[in-house]
């Protein structure tokens, strides 16, 4: 009973320190970002290590990155595409639910294996490319939210959570004569707010994430969303297209700064949003979990 | 209602072809039908169309004649990718980034769900789910972007080796640091986000069986072996199963960002290779040809889980 009790404390002592790794290695590395962001550049440049504060604090590089037209457009290509693209998302996904989740349609199982039969085979890459581009979608914001708006994982869930609803509320709107559009209107949906808030927040972050699609079917400049933009930022050592006003030394050594400047500027929407939604996206994981 | 009557009633039911049983549910229900039309062309559009595409696989596909007109070539395209010097290279690396993903990545959200659950704390256990799913929100571009930063040459990870008196390397350009970045960033992005699903599970074990264990005079590895882990086991079942149909989709986006001609030899996979060879190179029935490959398998892989699944457990997917 004592050799329990003691193996039990040093088990807890251990969890708790993994506990304290797994939260400083999950922020550190945005903290770290935030930090670099907001340093004198080339104090930065010679810096190793690790940083625990800002270096001789400024926000040149957050001036730099707010007065950028392609930052400025690409956010509000970005808007565009979330605000227009969940309000697609939900009508489409709420119509399939809807559907999916009536007891007594003759053809539901059929449509049903239609629909989840995509999940697990599909012609792949090229064809979804030469279809959308032959619809005509190459070099428009709708080539981002057309072919993206139903998520059949998504889907489901929302069935799910619909057919929690009782039949009897159906049952007595029909006698009182509703159609099956009121029923959805007025029963169903008021009726599943959370579903719809898990709904939101995950198409919302997968539009807000997106790029593939993006840089599959876009070449205006102009149309880039903000993430392709920050792809040319980060990952293609594109700086030279923020630089404005500047000389070349001072360019060159800007640059470090503007890139953290520039993920704090896209992400904040996303982390400020993210502790008041995190309930939802977890009940509507469980909910996808439990019953699907 | 006498026996003659309700049979008769009975009779005409089964009397009634499923012809003609369907049109009168279109009647019945037809707004519900007239609702679903979207869902329906949705699909029909952005993934059965696509799937037709299938067909420039057999051909040597020329977007000025489109599918109808194109030149037939059979097997061809095939033939070309089995053969070409590159196919081995590519089923390797897809194999082992696949594996190793699986190996680490798969067990990591399980062995967090559990050792969250011991936490005694409730806010405590809060706080670390709470932090632990926020790497899940964060963009690809960017924690591409944070690797790319942090992996440089004059980069913080770097700096931590020189400071325990390693050398300092351009990681991302060395082929033999990139399936270690690549399943460590995957990790750490998704442990936490994928050990909900567990929670979920764990939350559903009868706390009576863990009484039962206890009675028995069960300790805390003991119940963990006999009811936890029999408990989630349907879980990760179906999360494995799942995992297998997509083995060979390795996230091509994430290689895509991260690599570069001089990591092809470890980094470059099937899909990478389609989006390199099929549309940036244009080669659209090679393409597809390697596309359809990598579907295939990943079907085989699927049903082959699920068919193992179903004989030696109670679980399975279908």
């Known amino acids: 009973m004592k050799n329990e009790t003691i193996a039990r404390k040093i088990f807890v002592v251990v969890n708790t320190a993994f506990m304290l790794f797994m939260i400083v290695i999950c922020l550190y590395p945005m903290i770290y970002v935030l930090f670099a962001s907001l340093s004198d550049s080339n104090l930065l440049m010679a810096h190793r290590g690790l940083l625990m504060s800002p270096i001789k604090t400024n926000i040149e590089s957050y001036k730099a990155v707010l007065q950028n037209d392609m930052i400025g457009s690409g956010y509000m290509n970005t808007i565009f595409i979330v605000t227009v693209g969940v309000l697609i998302n939900l009508l489409m996904t709420s119509l399939g639910a809807y559907f999916l989740s009536r007891r007594d349609v003759m ?6 294996g239609f629909i989840t039969f995509t999940m697990f085979f599909g012609g792949g890459l090229i064809p979804f490319y ?22 059949t994982f998504n889907m489901i869930i929302m069935r799910t959570s619909f057919m929690t609803i009782p039949a009897s509320l159906e049952e007595s709107a029909k006698i009182d004569g509703a159609g099956h559009i009121t029923i959805l209107a007025r029963i169903i949906l ?22 593939f699609n993006a ?6 400049r102009e149309l880039f969303p903000l993430q392709l933009v920050l792809r040319e930022i980060l990952l293609q050592n594109d700086t030279q297209s923020m630089m404005q006003g500047t000389s070349v030394a001072d360019g060159l050594s800007i640059s470090e700064t503007v890139k953290y400047a520039v993920i704090i500027v896209a992400t904040l929407p996303i982390l400020t949003v993210y502790p008041f939604l995190q309930r939802y996206f977890v009940q509507g994981v469980m909910v996808g979990a439990l019953k699907g | 209602m006498s026996s003659t ?59 000025a004649f489109g599918v109808r007109a194109s030149e037939w070539v059979g097997l061809l395209n095939f033939i070309d990718f089995f053969s070409s010097i590159y196919f081995w290279r590519i089923l390797k690396n897809t194999f082992i980034i696949s594996i190793n993903t699986l190996i680490f990545g798969f067990p990591a959200p399980i062995l967090l769900a559990l050792l969250i659950n011991e936490i005694t704390s409730k806010k405590f256990v809060k706080t670390v789910q709470t932090i632990t799913y926020l790497p899940h929100f964060i963009s690809l571009v960017v924690v591409c972007g944070m690797i790319k930063d942090f992996t440089a040459s004059t980069g913080i990870i ?13 990681m991302l350009m060395d ?6 970045i690549y399943v460590a960033s995957d990790i750490w992005q998704g442990v936490g986000w994928g050990s909900i699903i567990y929670f979920a599970a764990l939350s559903g074990i009868d706390s009576e069986l863990y009484e039962a264990c206890k009675i028995d005079g069960g300790g805390r590895i003991r119940q963990t072996f006999s009811v936890t882990l029999p408990g989630i086991m349907p879980t990760i079942i179906i999360m494995f199963i799942l995992r297998m149909g997509s083995i060979l989709s390795v996230g091509f986006e994430k290689i895509i960002l991260l690599y570069s001609p001089v990591t092809y030899d470890t980094a470059d996979v099937i899909a990478s290779y389609v989006y390199r060879k099929g549309l940036q190179e244009f080669n659209w029935s090679f393409g597809t040809a390697v596309g359809i490959f990598n579907s295939v398998i990943n079907v085989i892989f699927l049903l082959s889980a699920n068919w193992i699944s179903r004989k030696v457990s109670e679980t399975s997917l279908w």
């Not at chain 1, 840089?215 to 205006?220: A, D, S, T």
């Not at chain 2, 519900?32 to 596909?61: E, K, S």
């Open chain 1, 107 to 112: 053809l539901k199982n059929i449509i049903m």
């Open chain 1, 130 to 151: 030469l279809t959308v581009k032959s619809i005509g979608l190459y070099n428009s914001l709708w080539a981002l939210i057309l072919p993206t708006a139903i998520s």
């Open chain 1, 190 to 211: 008021p009726l599943s707010k959370a579903i719809i808030a898990v709904m939101v927040l995950f198409y919302g972050v997968g539009h807000w994430n997106s790029w």
């Open chain 1, 215 to 220: 840089m599959l079917f876009l070449n205006k």
């Open chain 2, 5 to 63: 009557a309700s049979k008769l009633l009975t009779e005409r039911k089964t009397e009634q072809s499923w012809g003609n049983r369907l049109c009168r549910d279109l009647v019945k229900n037809k707004v519900l039908y007239l609702l679903v039309i979207p869902v329906i062309i949705y699909y029909i559009i952005f993934n059965y169309i696509p799937m037709y595409g299938i067909l420039i696989a057999f051909q040597n596909y020329d977007p």
């Open chain 2, 158 to 170: 770097n700096d931590l080796i020189e400071f325990f008196g390693g050398q300092r390397t351009a």
């Open chain 2, 175 to 180: 082929p033999k640091l990139f399936v270690p």
